[in-house]
T-cell receptor
Framework: DQQVKQNSPSLSVQEGRISILNCDYT??????FLWYKKYPAEGPTFLIS?????DKNEDGRFTVFLNKSAKHLSLHIVPSQPGDSAVYFC??????????????FGKGTLLTVNP | KAGVTQTPRYLIKTRGQQVTLSCSPI?????VSWYQQTPGQGLQFLFE???????NKGNFPGRFSGRQFSNSRSEMNVSTLELGDSALYLC????????????????FGPGTRLTVL
């Protein structure tokens, strides 16, 4: 039972355009969401996060949007650069208040930014 | 500052054997987490240790266990290996535990590639 779903295994965009990576979740207990980026032969690196009390968080070229009613979040990269080519993982966390902070990941989306 | 190191980088075992993987966190980091990455299931959280105590645990069978030492180094053990345990095992470290912000300040190691034959 996949609680965090990234339905697009891959996405290809042109350099300079917007990349939109999507993520859906089913567990209403999730209260914190994260995006990680992973290059081949390296471990994932944290990119950006958002708490369930917000609907948008920006960090430079990266913006994450959260739609709680739809249980959907998206990562926007503007403008996209060839160096952004990587696998992007969406992750969700439950456990506010000191209980079990499980992290649940999606299967990832391979983003390719073409020069 | 040295990053997270994992040993060994590659390992081949046969079904039924057990395996121990090692992770050395970034100096000063006291939280260590373990993850399993497979093509079919993606990235799955195994457990988090902080100050030698398991703080959080994913949905894995009891064959998967871990521990953390006083110097924050961590080991993960898988007993009675199954073919489905073939995966990339990633370790991540952070200064503080998940509930204190460690979730988004993790630094990952390169992983140990385990193949079970």
């Amino acid at each position: 039972d996949q609680q965090v779903k990234q339905n697009s295994p891959s996405l290809s965009v042109q350099e300079g355009r917007i990349s939109i990576l999507n993520c859906d979740y089913t567990n209403s207990m999730f209260d914190y969401f994260l995006w990680y980026k992973k290059y081949p032969a390296e471990g994932p690196t944290f990119l950006i996060s958002i708490s369930s009390i917000k609907d948008k968080n920006e960090d430079g070229r990266f913006t994450v949007f959260l739609n709680k009613s739809a249980k959907h979040l998206s990562l926007h990269i503007v403008p996209s650069q060839p160096g952004d080519s990587a696998v992007y993982f969406c992750a969700a966390s439950e456990g506010s208040g000191g209980s079990n902070y499980k992290l649940t990941f999606g299967k990832g989306t391979l983003l390719t930014v073409n020069p | 500052k040295a990053g997270v190191t994992q040993t060994p980088r590659y390992l081949i075992k046969t079904r039924g054997q057990q395996v121990t993987l090692s992770c050395s966190p970034i100096s000063g980091h006291r939280s260590v987490s373990w993850y399993q990455q497979t093509p079919g299931q993606g990235l799955q959280f195994l457990f988090e240790y902080f100050s030698e105590t398991q703080r959080n645990k994913g949905n894995f069978p009891g064959r998967f266990s871990g521990r953390q030492f006083s110097n924050s180094r961590s080991e993960m053990n898988v007993s009675t290996l199954e073919l489905g345990d073939s995966a990339l095992y990633l370790c991540a470290s952070s200064l503080v535990p998940f509930e204190a912000g460690g979730r988004n300040t993790q630094y990952f190691g390169p992983g140990t590639r385990l193949t079970v034959l």
